[in-house]
């Protein structure tokens, strides 16, 4: 009897390798996708075809939008998470997603090994490892791309000789999509001197002329656009509809990996980046200093525990609970302008604004205090320096 395996597919040469590979290994090779947003009905179904050509016992594809943005977009929001104050984590934070579906469904058929395409160079290895470890440390975790070291004209010539012989040219620029972003990456993203052109990244920009637009924000979750309300997830879908025309959201991230080294990807982010400044601007009015003060250093250790693949940790439960506490008000109106390759937040409308004008007026008013009493607390906030300046001469 053949051992049931798990294989993390994605259609690419890595994994197209894969799955021949193993099966004439013996092993009986489930293949499975996990559409965390970069899939249509059309791919999805091409997908299945090349899987089953290439001997694959069967394949699923296991529909994870809802799951990533509950499990793992919301409490990015939250945090608003920019990894390096740029990268709103398009494509990697899916990785966690993928990876504990993908063990789910080796349980759940019986599975004895799991495998994926990851080379021994990447972030990706380290993200589904730890979370196949930690959740299913009784299934093998199997590497042929890693363990065998494997060039790409290695793989295709394999393919060849066991009757494949597709077209395994390739793309200038990869691309990775999904409901937070899509990745872009070239060979200019290997080096540091080079920036992208327009031409690799999918949205052109095709609006010339700038548009209003207003996004509604409930206890910090996007839930409408333009008056009308969605779902969280098709509200990130319509905004990126609106906004890729005007090109905005490139940008090329410089980071730490995993592995030590530094890398450098490209990304087109419009919806993930228009909703963390908006949903900012929107929290600097209706949290207090502190939770804002808080809440900045806690979404950047949560961000850097999820890029690592540290999701499972239960800390990251502990980070989610002061992140969803903190947005009991955050709830109103941002109004955003787009513009050809950029976006302007024009300002906030909420119930919660504490910008509360009885109290007094920036700059102008105050009415709730003396002028004797302003003195007295500016002379009280400066005894400390005055003590400090008068022992040290």
């Not at 791919?43 to 990533?68: D, M, N, P, Q, R």
């Not at 080379?119 to 290895?125: F, Y």
């Not at 601007?281 to 950047?300: A, F, P, R, V």
């Not at 955003?336 to 409308?349: D, M, N, Q």
């Amino acid at each position: 009897m053949k051992p049931k395996l798990v294989l993390a597919y994605s259609g690419g040469l890595d994994t197209s390798y894969c799955v021949k590979s193993l099966s004439e290994k013996g092993y009986e090779v489930h293949a499975v996708s996990v559409n965390t947003g970069g899939f249509d009905t059309n791919e999805v179904k091409e997908l299945e075809k090349k899987a089953l050509a290439l001997g694959a016992y069967s394949y699923t594809s296991i529909e994870a939008v809802e799951i990533f943005y509950q499990d793992v977009v919301k409490y990015l929001i939250y945090g608003n998470v920019l990894k390096n104050n740029t990268y709103p984590l398009s494509v990697s934070a899916e990785r966690v997603t993928q990876a504990v579906a993908i063990v789910n469904h080796a349980k759940a058929i019986g599975a004895s090994c799991i495998a994926h395409g990851s080379t021994g160079a990447g972030n990706d290895q380290v993200r589904f490892d730890l979370i196949f470890q930690t959740l299913a440390p009784e299934i093998e975790i199997i590497t042929p791309i890693r363990d065998q070291k494997l060039s790409r004209e290695q793989e295709i010539n394999y393919l060849k000789q066991h009757g494949v012989d597709w077209s395994w040219e390739k793309a200038q620029y990869s691309i990775n999509k999904g409901l937070w972003g899509t990745s872009v990456g070239g060979s200019e993203t290997l080096k540091s001197r080079k920036s992208l052109p327009d031409a690799a990244y999918p949205s052109p920009c095709t609006q010339t002329a700038s548009e209003q637009i207003s996004l509604h924000f409930e206890q910090g979750e996007l839930v409408g656009i333009n008056n009308k309300t969605y779902a969280p997830v098709a509200a990130i879908q319509v905004l990126q509809e609106l906004a890729a025309p005007f090109a905005i959201g490139r940008d090329i991230h410089v980071g730490d990996t995993i592995i030590g080294i530094k890398g450098r990807v490209g990304f087109e982010a419009a919806a993930a980046l228009i909703t963390i400044k908006a949903h900012h601007l929107l929290e600097k009015h209706t949290l207090s200093k502190w939770q804002l003060h808080h809440k900045d250093y806690i979404g950047s250790y949560y961000g850097m525990m999820l890029h690592e693949g540290q999701y499972l940790d239960p800390v990251m439960r502990d980070f989610e609970a002061l992140l969803t506490s903190s947005q009991k008000t955050v709830t109103g109106d941002v109004f955003v302008t787009l513009h050809p390759y950029r976006f302007s937040l024009e300002g906030i409308a909420s119930q919660y604004d504490l910008m509360d004008n009885s109290f007094g007026t920036y700059g102008e008013a105050n009415d709730a205090w003396t002028a004797a009493e302003a003195k007295g607390f500016i002379k009280l906030s400066a005894n400390a320096g005055k003590i400090y300046q008068h022992v040290n001469k």
